[in-house]
């Protein structure tokens, strides 16, 4: 009797959960959804309402974003800077299916990841209500497909944290070289240039020649001198193998978003494109595609 009891309380407690959850994330789904449609609803001004072609060949804006909302930065100020430019399509910094979900507002596990997250989204909701006053408009990703499957892989955040943390901790117990140490320091003093980025309060503040000139420095500490500086280091086995995959991750990446660009640029000839993605790759995307202007007919502008 006792075990027939058990049984029901376990059998109810799972079904009560596994319907708590089931409502939960229903209820996620359908908030983001209504915070979306009250944003993508809002008028715009007349001036912003018509796209533009360009009849003197395809014109390429690479426009750095924030991912999420900050207490300075808004969708707005994203959504009315990219505007100035009324692209026919906007590549959009997530590879090909998930971009075609996110138009059909089918990424249900997006949505509702989306709702438990701080702080809100921008470029998913910036691109949306763009297309909604701009229905000829086109959104498309742009993103190396393998990223994903490839963070996966390598758990790459956690070991990019853990490498970088390791060459700290390092230099604070100075276990490094002079030269080595010099290294380290130089770091933190771009990188708290690099995280001031995130205060600011305008897309001008790092759409701009300074602030690539952060990130690009900025980068290159993490990927190449600090990765050097660790070769010669005791590491565990795990990072041992991580460092060359590491090394090689930021080229990997940006060059397949490059090549991506290119295919939309061969695709959509006499075009304004807006390649919208996070301000971190602002630099690498627009010093490689200035190299393929006149090979593909297409220039690199500024807003």
Known sequence: MKKIKLKRIIKYSVVAWASLTTITCLAAIIKYN????????????ISQTKIKTSPDGTEVYVV????FETNNFKRDDLYNYMSKVS???ILFESDKQTVKRMVKRTDFLNQMMSSFKKGNKVESFVALKYL??????????FEWEERD???????????MSNLVGTALKLNKEKALSKEESLIMDNYHKVSKKYLNLGNSKTPYDFNNRIADSIIKIRQAYVYDKIPQILKTKDLTEELREFLPVHMSYWDTRNMAMVNNIIKQIKNNPNQRIVVLTGYSHRYYLIDELKKLQEEYHFSVRAI
Not at 149 to 159: E, G, I, S, T, V
């Open 132 to 141: 909604k006053h701009h229905p000829e408009a086109k959104v498309i990703g």
């Open 64 to 67: 750095g974003s924030m991912h």
């Open 149 to 159: 499957l490839f963070h996966l892989k390598y758990n790459y955040k956690n070991n």
């Open 87 to 89: 692209p026919s399509i």
């Open 34 to 45: 209504l915070d979306l449609n009250a944003y993508i609803e809002q008028s715009e001004p």
